[in-house]
């Protein structure tokens, strides 16, 4: 099981030890076959120049082998004359494997193991002009020894060094992999109760803390966005809390009054103005939800703007009547602009709803519509009202704000539409942001790329 799901560090240790065993081959390997020439190239040329010696000397002295006296009894040769003995040294005559030498094992050269540690290289030859036959032996036993110290070395050393490998990789792995047991062992306890926690980084430039670093970022992305889900859960569950309570509270009022039409009639009026007021409110968290999710449906299409713009604001024209506000517009002919209709009349109508929702009786407000030098639509909704102050501007684009709640509330916001208009203006490639605009009163720019 281990094997077929090895860990990181089990295959650091396999593949080290793997890779000096390689290297240890190549390298033990290199040296046996050097060693092995250099002693076969010592032997050879002993051999030889011990041969020549004999040869020479039977050469110099005419045939006269008395004069290989003269080279010692502790040099192995002997010297025949069709195929009998006519010289020998001691150390011949005293090396009984000598005797049963024979002449396939030397043609010219051969190699004799007289026993366990004797090993010896041989030479035969002849001089023809005296008739003789040299057959000269070189005991090359240490180089034997030699060779077999240097395998007992690789038998040896190879698995020693393996295993000294195996026990190095393990520590070495242990050592490079800490960060990530720690970095694991903290992740493992992070859950969406403690989000705040982030994972240890002990070297940021290194791979691992590098990792560890965008993970953080990561992780406070995700709590942002949590607390932003909780923060909007808790909102949402207020606001939908106020109409709900407010109906309860209604009819039982009404339930308790004895059963008169007109305070029947006027208990479900309130009731249904309530529900109208809860249905506005899901449906803009519907709109946002959706925008989350990213499942809004969109289809940019390309619209008559000036053509739209006029219809939006023919639309909303009764509410202003009703507060007799004067509602003007320029806006330019004719102007072509590649966008999703419904996301756009959601954000143009929401901006121009709140001019006329919060601007006083007889307020005055104005909607233009032109086209920049660099082609970009402007559509400005300007109002003469209480205004937002300028700390707060960017601030009332958030979800639930409202500058001033107790007003906002009776007037019926849940503090949404501007959350939407900014999330369908942003949706369709544009920008909005609230304008200083010096005079008292709002002025919010919508700006549509061309
Ligand atoms: P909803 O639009 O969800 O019914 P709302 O109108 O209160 O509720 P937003 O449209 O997001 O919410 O507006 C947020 C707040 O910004 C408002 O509560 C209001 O205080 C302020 N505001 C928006 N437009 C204007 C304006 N033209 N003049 C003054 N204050 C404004
Ligand atoms: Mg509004």
């Not at 799901?5 to 081959?25: D, K, M, Q, T, Y």
């Not at 090396?95 to 540690?117: H, K």
């Amino acid at each position: 099981m281990i094997f077929r799901n090895p860990s990181i560090r089990l295959r650091l240790i396999l593949w080290n030890a793997f890779v000096v065993l390689l290297i240890l081959s190549v390298v033990f390997l290199g040296i046996y076959s050097f060693m092995q020439n250099r002693l076969e190239s010592l032997m050879q040329s002993k051999v030889d120049s011990g041969y020549r010696t004999i040869e020479d000397v039977i050469r110099n002295s005419g045939g006269d082998i008395c004069d290989l006296y003269h080279l010692g009894q502790g040099i192995m040769f002997q010297v025949t004359t069709e195929g009998k003995p006519v010289y020998q040294t001691e150390a011949w005559t005293d090396a009984l494997w000598t005797s049963s030498l024979s002449e396939a094992q030397m043609n010219p050269y051969g190699s004799l193991r007289a026993d366990e540690t004797q090993f010896f290289r041989l030479k035969r030859g002849s001089v023809p002009e005296y008739n003789f036959e040299i057959i000269f032996a070189f005991e090359a036993s240490d180089s034997l020894k030699n060779i077999k110290s240097l395998v007992l070395i690789l038998v040896v050393g190879i698995p020693a060094a393996l295993l000294l490998a195996l026990i190095g990789g393990y520590f070495l792995a242990g050592r490079a992999l800490s960060p990530v047991q720690a970095i694991t062992r903290k992740a493992q306890d992070i859950t969406a109760e403690n989000l705040s926690e982030r994972l240890p980084v002990r070297n940021p430039h290194d791979e691992i803390g590098h990792l560890a670093a965008v993970f953080n970022d990561t992780l406070g992305r995700l709590e942002s966005s949590f607390e932003q889900l909780r923060r909007f859960t808790a909102d949402a569950s207020h606001e939908l809390r106020t109409p709900l309570t407010s109906i309860r509270s209604v009819g039982e009022v009404a339930l308790k009054k004895s059963g008169d039409i007109a305070s029947c009639q006027e208990a479900i009026g309130s009731m249904l103005e309530e529900t109208d007021r809860l249905t506005h409110l899901v449906d803009n968290l519907l709109i946002l939800a959706r925008g989350d999710a990213g499942k809004a449906k969109l289809t940019p299409t390309s619209i008559n703007i000036s053509a739209e713009m006029g219809e939006i604001v023919e639309e909303l024209r009764i509410l202003a009547e009703e507060k007799n506000q004067t509602l003007s517009t320029s806006i330019e002919k004719i102007m072509e602009v590649k966008v999703d209709k419904e996301t756009l009349r959601l954000a143009v109508s929401n901006i121009l709803h709140n001019a006329i929702l919060y601007t006083q009786e007889g307020g005055r407000i104005e909607v233009h519509t032109a086209k920049a030098e660099n082609g970009e639509v402007i559509i400005d909704i300007i109002d003469n009202g209480p205004g937002i102050p300028e700390a707060k501007r960017a601030k009332v684009f958030e979800r639930f704000y409202r500058v001033d709640k107790a007003r906002s509330r009776k007037e019926g916001g849940a503090g949404l539409g501007l959350a939407i208009a900014r999330w369908a203006v942003e949706v369709n490639g544009g920008s909005i942001a609230f304008r200083d605009n010096k005079k008292p009163g709002t002025h919010c720019r919508i700006i549509l790329p061309s």
